[in-house]
Nanobody, 115 residues
Framework: QVHLVESGGGLVQPGGSLRLSCAAS????????MGWYRQAPGEQRELVAD???????HYADSVKGRFTISRDSAKNTVYLQMNSLKSEDTAVYYC?????????WGQGTQVTVSS
């Protein structure tokens, strides 16, 4: 059974930083594309960043230069380092593990950027 467990969310002031973690189990982690998505109230879920099994990364334009995705295969964990946070980054952030047609989701972690 696949489990994706996110952690690291919380309340942060504008301009601050957070690091999200997603620990994966039940999958062959090294062959999956791992990603972070987010969903704000009233909005559709959107891709924030993903990283392929080969380490190729892709970012939404809105987070380029501020967020960094990385993965640690020894720990079966994917990270999202978020710097220079803005109020518009407020959302529930979801971890995703994708392989061809298989799509797995975590339960989400809330990130709130507010003064």
């Amino acid at each position: 059974q696949v489990h994706l467990v996110e952690s690291g969310g919380g309340l942060v002031q504008p301009g601050g930083s957070l690091r999200l973690s997603c620990a994966a189990s039940g999958i062959a982690f090294t062959i999956y594309t791992m990603g972070w998505y987010r969903q704000a109230p009233g909005e559709q879920r959107e891709l924030v960043a993903d990283i392929t099994s080969r380490g190729t990364t892709h970012y939404a334009d809105s987070v380029k230069g501020r967020f960094t995705i990385s993965r640690d295969s020894a720990k079966n964990t994917v990270y999202l380092q978020m710097n220079s946070l803005k109020s518009e980054d407020t959302a529930v952030y979801y971890c995703n593990a994708k392989l061809i047609k298989e799509n797995n989701w975590g339960q989400g972690t809330q990130v709130t950027v507010s003064s």
